[in-house]
């Protein structure tokens, strides 16, 4: 298996990706509602896993922190959200150490094992950070992701200060299902959807990513299995990634049917010390429900939809379960599979 990467590099942090692939009108809306005076204290930006919204997250928190006052010349002659990676500010997003940006991501417990969420002292941290005055300007904060907030008292938290945003704050919620995120949360932000990427712009972006040649016929191959996704594109580099990504599909397929044997095999395949293989199986799933809960059905009913939602909520949670204390992986092929052929039967 090759992991995450290719040849075993991995991908940069999108706090460290100054460049933006696709996605050009999304940007533009938020250039001109900065530009214009118009800036809406809360966007939620959805779409898709891998296709850059935690990116264009980062590269909008730089532009405001670099650029405090929209009236500067910079921001009217502005074209784009890029800001040079030697401004100060940029420099200090890239280190994690800029004072007006705080991000509200997964992070290790006491022990070192990465939580299964974000709980919610981490959001009262939004509390002493848009209340100091250490930092003059716009003050940003990144939830990355929203998805990932401990229910539910993460999201109440969240939902208290968007209910009273401070002057010049900014809040960037990046979501893979946005549907599902609280509708009170949702109706203080102004919604962003971002599209799958065409193929060309996976290409360029993992090639970034990586530090890789663009016209590596293994890039290429990974970047039409990605579906769009910069993320898993990254993750198919490597035979025995797109053929892991063949056998879950084929498991996925033939579901209300299970086959016990094809499952146990499936789960020797997710385990050992390598991430990658529980991270496609994750998302590759992922896809499968979203397929289910975003299609418009005339005749689907609301409890059926509901279904679905809890289901994913459900298959969520399992498997970062499964990631953060290092479960077996068999019975989580088990229990997931369970629970995907009941939304499968009619």
Same mark, same amino acid.
């Given at each position: 298996?090759?992991?995450?990467?290719?040849?075993?590099?991995?991908? &940069?942090?999108?706090?460290?990706?100054?460049?933006?692939?696709?996605?050009?009108?999304?940007?533009?809306?938020?250039?001109?509602?900065?530009?214009?005076?118009?800036?809406?204290?809360?966007?939620?930006?959805?779409?898709?896993?891998?296709?850059?919204?935690?990116?264009?997250?980062?590269?909008?928190?730089?532009?405001?922190?670099?650029?405090?006052?929209?009236?500067?010349?910079?921001?009217?002659?502005?074209?784009?959200?890029?800001?040079?990676?030697?401004?100060?500010?940029?420099?200090?997003?890239?280190?994690?150490?800029?004072?007006?940006?705080?991000?509200?991501?997964?992070?290790?417990?006491?022990?070192?094992?990465?939580?299964?969420?974000?709980?919610?002292?981490?959001? &009262?941290?939004?509390?002493?950070?848009?209340?100091?005055?250490?930092?003059?300007?716009?003050?940003?904060?990144?939830?990355?992701?929203?998805?990932?907030?401990?229910?539910?008292?993460?999201?109440?938290?969240?939902?208290?200060?968007?209910?009273?945003?401070?002057?010049?704050?900014?809040?960037?919620?990046?979501?893979?299902?946005?549907?599902?995120?609280?509708?009170?949360?949702?109706?203080?932000?102004?919604?962003?959807?971002?599209?799958?990427?065409?193929?060309?712009?996976?290409?360029?972006?993992?090639?970034?990513?990586?530090?890789?040649?663009?016209?590596?016929?293994?890039?290429?191959?990974?970047?039409?299995?990605?579906?769009?996704?910069?993320? &898993?594109?990254?993750?198919?580099?490597?035979?025995?990634?797109?053929?892991?990504?063949?056998?879950?599909?084929?498991?996925?397929?033939?579901?209300?049917?299970?086959?016990?044997?094809?499952?146990?095999?499936?789960?020797?395949?997710?385990?050992?010390?390598?991430?990658?293989?529980?991270?496609?199986?994750?998302?590759?799933?992922?896809?499968?429900?979203?397929?289910?809960?975003?299609?418009?059905?005339?005749?689907?009913?609301?409890?059926?939809?509901?279904?679905?939602?809890?289901?994913?909520?459900?298959?969520?949670?399992?498997?970062?379960?499964?990631?953060?204390?290092?479960?077996?992986?068999?019975?989580?092929?088990?229990?997931?599979?369970?629970?995907?052929?009941?939304?499968?039967?009619?």
């Amino acid at each position: 298996m090759s992991g995450g990467g290719h040849n075993g590099a991995e991908p &940069r942090h999108p706090r460290d990706t100054t460049a933006l692939f696709g996605h050009h009108e999304a940007e533009a809306a938020l250039l001109d509602s900065y530009r214009g005076g118009r800036m809406p204290h809360a966007f939620l930006i959805g779409g898709p896993r891998g296709v850059g919204k935690a990116t264009l997250a980062y590269r909008m928190a730089r532009f405001v922190l670099a650029h405090d006052d929209p009236a500067l010349p910079a921001v009217r002659a502005a074209t784009s959200l890029a800001v040079d990676p030697d401004h100060p500010a940029a420099r200090r997003v890239a280190q994690d150490t800029h004072g007006g940006l705080l991000v509200l991501e997964r992070r290790p417990d006491d022990k070192g094992n990465m939580r299964a969420s974000i709980v919610v002292n981490q959001v &009262r941290e939004t509390v002493p950070f848009f209340g100091s005055t250490a930092t003059s300007g716009w003050r940003v904060c990144i939830v990355d992701c929203v998805d990932e907030l401990q229910s539910p008292a993460a999201p109440n938290a969240l939902l208290k200060i968007l209910e009273e945003p401070p002057p010049r704050a900014l809040f960037l919620l990046v979501s893979h299902a946005p549907g599902r995120v609280l509708a009170t949360i949702q109706s203080r932000c102004r919604k962003l959807m971002l599209r799958a990427l065409d193929d060309g712009d996976v290409i360029r972006a993992a090639a970034a990513s990586l530090d890789m040649p663009g016209d590596s016929p293994d890039l290429i191959a990974a970047a039409r299995a990605g579906e769009g996704s910069v993320a &898993r594109a990254i993750t198919f580099l490597g035979v025995d990634s797109r053929a892991l990504h063949g056998r879950i599909t084929a498991l996925l397929d033939a579901l209300p049917a299970v086959d016990p044997l094809a499952m146990h095999a499936l789960g020797e395949a997710l385990g050992g010390s390598d991430r990658a293989p529980l991270m496609l199986f994750a998302d590759t799933v992922d896809q499968w429900l979203a397929r289910r809960l975003g299609v418009p059905d005339a005749n689907a009913r609301l409890a059926r939809l509901a279904q679905v939602a809890e289901v994913w909520e459900k298959v969520s949670r399992a498997i970062r379960d499964a990631e953060t204390w290092n479960l077996e992986r068999k019975p989580l092929v088990f229990s997931v599979f369970g629970l995907l052929a009941d939304v499968a039967r009619p």
